[in-house]
């Protein structure tokens, strides 16, 4: 899996990326409902904002064709750190991959995404994720 991309991080390692590296890049691959009605990453605090790019074009869910593309555009940088979110850690993943057989080095899947696992109920937002590890967001 290495060799796939950079790995796994949890939001709080994703957060001090973001914190320390001039040029990380936070890219949200989720889809605009999630954007409008979930939220998203708050970074004005450390003077950026996430690009949101979606990995799967809603209603369909297909592979969006422009992702990779999107991505070299918003960081040009191939040796710039960019941490991929998505709801619950999956499709950032396959995001991260994708990015780095484009030539990238340094991707990483935040691996609990912005909502985390499902609990016993199966609702998100109590287990894991950006939000429950207290990292700023907006609505």
Request: with cysteine; glycine share 8%.
């Amino acid at each position: 899996m290495a060799d796939e991309y950079a790995g796994d991080v949890p939001p709080k390692k994703a957060w001090e990326i973001l914190t320390h590296e001039k040029d990380a890049v936070l890219v949200d691959v989720r889809t605009d409902a999630e954007w409008l009605f979930v939220g998203v990453p708050d970074l004005a605090s450390v003077g950026k904002e996430p690009v949101k790019i979606a990995w799967q074009i809603y209603p369909a869910m297909l592979i969006n064709p422009d992702f990779v593309a999107a991505v070299k555009s918003a960081a040009p940088k191939p040796d710039a750190p960019i941490v991929f979110l998505c709801r619950s850690g999956v499709r950032s993943k396959s995001a991260a991959i994708a990015v780095t057989q484009a030539g990238y080095r340094r991707c990483y899947n935040i691996s609990e995404g912005f909502e985390g696992d499902k609990d016993a109920q199966s609702h998100r937002t109590s287990i894991g994720g950006w939000k429950v590890a207290g990292l700023p967001w907006k609505q």
